[in-house]
């Protein structure tokens, strides 16, 4: 069976791509003794977070709970959670994940502290908590070098908590920022007489810089597997390393510089991330998608030499891969353009 043949939209996903970015990355991290510790919410396909741990991933990060029990109900035993978890449900999940694999949390405020001290106080092991540091992405984090040695010392004095470490997402194109904040943090929290065991950092588009920030010991990286149009305008990958498209076919050509497809804003990603267009189509690269309703993507031909038929498929590269994945229950594993098989997105739609 060829790609031609799989009834769309669908999203395919290149194996031998995947292979190929999955081992560079990681023959990269063993060069430069850098953990890897991959980010599976990107594809949040079991068989591929095991293929991470295989290649040498010292465990896996799951934004999200859902994601974590899903992940450990297949086999994976080393999970962090770098999500501020807050309330008794989320607390008693992560108890009782903690009690079947190594769980890892991070949490920015006292107040998240407390709730999981006051949740792990009878537990049979600490919790490993990292302090997450706002190093410029304006996300979660606390806001100084200070106040991540005061949380530390919180988490250290905290029953049923142990201080892990570090941690941030830094902005795109700012490691040393980040780097920089995290150091003097580290040098803070050691002042105070605690070990700094890890600095956890991460973010794909600035993946092939991590070494050089030798305070960074751990790093997390996600679209890095597939990679997307944002990773080629920044640097860190090209057009051949994106492992997954989506397949859609022309329903329709209202007019001849305009054509519909059957993938919309349900099957591709509505984020720009600087692009001009909600993806490229592979075939017809001039070609201009313009507009997203649910089942529909509006292209815009006007560029194109030659231009598709109605009935014709073609191959989309989307513009951030991560929000694809959530939006199938299934991808079609393939090599070339034949098809292999096919794989469960098992942790889709688990953001709970």
Not at 164 to 172: E, I, N, S
Not at 228 to 241: P, Q
Request: with cysteine; hydrophobic share 40%.
């Amino acid at each position: 069976m060829r790609i031609w043949d799989v009834d769309t939209p669908a999203v395919l996903v290149d194996l031998d791509r995947v292979e190929r970015n999955l081992t560079r990355f990681q023959a990269y991290c063993d060069r430069h003794g850098i953990a890897n510790r991959p980010h599976v919410k990107t594809h949040k396909v079991v068989e591929f977070a095991r293929r991470q741990v295989e290649l040498g991933a010292v465990g896996i990060c799951c934004q999200k709970l859902g994601e974590a029990e899903v992940m450990a109900s297949a086999g994976l035993g080393d999970i962090l959670v770098p999500f501020n978890l807050l309330g008794p449900a989320k607390l008693g999940r992560a108890r009782a994940l903690a009690e079947r694999i190594t769980l890892e949390v991070s949490a920015d405020d006292p107040k998240v502290v407390d709730g999981l001290a006051e949740a792990f106080a009878s537990a049979p092991r600490p919790l490993p908590v990292l302090v997450e540091c706002d190093t410029g992405a304006k996300r979660c984090g606390v806001q100084t070098p200070e106040a991540a040695r005061d949380l530390a010392r919180r988490i250290d004095r905290a029953r049923g908590l142990r201080f892990a470490g570090l941690m941030t997402y830094p902005a795109k194109g700012a490691p040393a920022r980040a780097a920089a904040f995290l150091a003097e943090a580290k040098a803070l929290i050691e002042a105070e007489g605690l070990a700094v065991a890890k600095v956890s950092s991460g973010g794909t588009p600035d993946m092939w810089r991590v070494h050089e920030y030798p305070v960074v010991t751990e790093y997390r990286v996600g679209t890095y597997i597939y990679n997307d149009l944002m990773e080629v305008a920044c640097g860190a990958a090209t057009l051949d390393d994106c492992a997954l498209t989506v397949l859609t076919t022309v329903v329709s050509r209202p007019t001849s510089d305009r054509a519909i497809l059957d993938a919309g804003s349900k099957s591709l990603t509505s984020d720009l991330n600087g692009q001009t267009g909600h993806g490229r189509i592979v075939e017809y690269p001039e070609a201009v998608i313009y507009a997203l309703s649910e089942e529909h993507g509006h292209v815009d031909l006007s560029a194109c030499s030659a231009r598709p038929a109605i009935g014709e498929k073609v191959r989309v590269i989307p513009n951030h891969a991560c929000p694809v994945s959530n939006l199938f229950d299934r991808i079609v594993t393939v090599r070339g353009d034949r098809v292999e098989g096919s794989l469960a997105v098992a942790a889709r739609g688990r953001v709970d």
